[in-house]
């Protein structure tokens, strides 16, 4: 019984956390609002690599306890991936960072010295995961950077698409397949970054990426919505 409840919390939470994205992301490319209130982090996190200010990352520290980046559990994730690859940038800083942070409330105090612990540990190319929450480190930490390598490992984590004997590889695929695809119509570095891969790359990741450009996202929220009834009424998933 508890294997299935887990089961149907991980699609019920990827669920919800694709649709509470879809409709509810700032459009990039709008202009940044000042970093004063809790709903200013989100848009402030998303074009941060476009226009790094790591000095405003203890105001932006001082604002998480009240903010969804660490009230919406599925935002809880990219948020800290996020901050990892800010003091991963930014040692010097750090110190003082860590000062900002021992001055919050437990929960957060707790919750960003993970992100140090990971900045220590090497960032988050070194965190190891092959699920939907694992694809949110990656989204997390190249809104921090810009980095093309963690474009490649969401690139990568598609393969698992097809994996419907496991549904948290399932998961990882489908998810990966539908953040690409969503993410490379908003951040046009995002499709930059798609397109020139293509050029050294095999047929058939050609044709994958040639998908994740031209596909509608939501026909992967579809498909995920639809895969997921298939496999409960078959008894393969709870």
């Known amino acids: 019984m508890t294997a299935q409840l887990a089961r149907m919390r991980l699609i019920r939470s990827l669920i919800f956390f694709l649709l509470l994205v879809a409709l509810a992301r700032p459009a990039v490319g709008q202009k940044r609002p000042a970093l004063n209130r809790p709903e200013d982090l989100p848009l402030f996190i998303e074009s941060y690599y476009e226009h790094p200010q790591p000095e405003l990352i203890g105001r932006a520290i001082e604002l998480l306890p009240t903010s969804p980046d660490l009230n919406v559990p599925n935002a809880i994730g990219p948020t800290l991936a996020f901050l990892t690859e800010v003091f991963l940038a930014n040692p010097d800083r750090l110190p003082a960072w860590k000062a900002v942070i021992d001055k919050q409330d437990a929960r957060t105090k707790t919750l960003l010295t993970r992100a140090v612990e990971w900045t220590e540990e090497g960032g988050v190319l070194k965190v190891e995961a092959h699920s939907a929450g694992g694809n949110d480190l990656y989204w997390g930490a190249f809104f921090a950077t810009g980095k093309p390598v963690f474009i490649e490992r969401l690139l990568a984590e598609t393969r698992y698409a097809d994996q419907l004997e496991n549904m ?23 499709h930059a970054i798609l397109e020139s891969y293509k050029t050294n790359a095999d ?8 998908e994740l450009l031209t596909k509608d996202p939501a026909d992967y929220q579809r498909e995920m919505r639809e895969t997921a009834a298939r496999q409960r009424a078959a008894g393969k998933w709870r």
């Open 168 to 190: 948290q590889l399932w998961a990882a695929g489908i998810s990966a397949k539908w953040s690409l695809a969503s993410n490379a119509r908003q951040h046009p570095s995002v």
């Open 203 to 210: 047929k058939q990741i050609q044709e994958l990426i040639n």
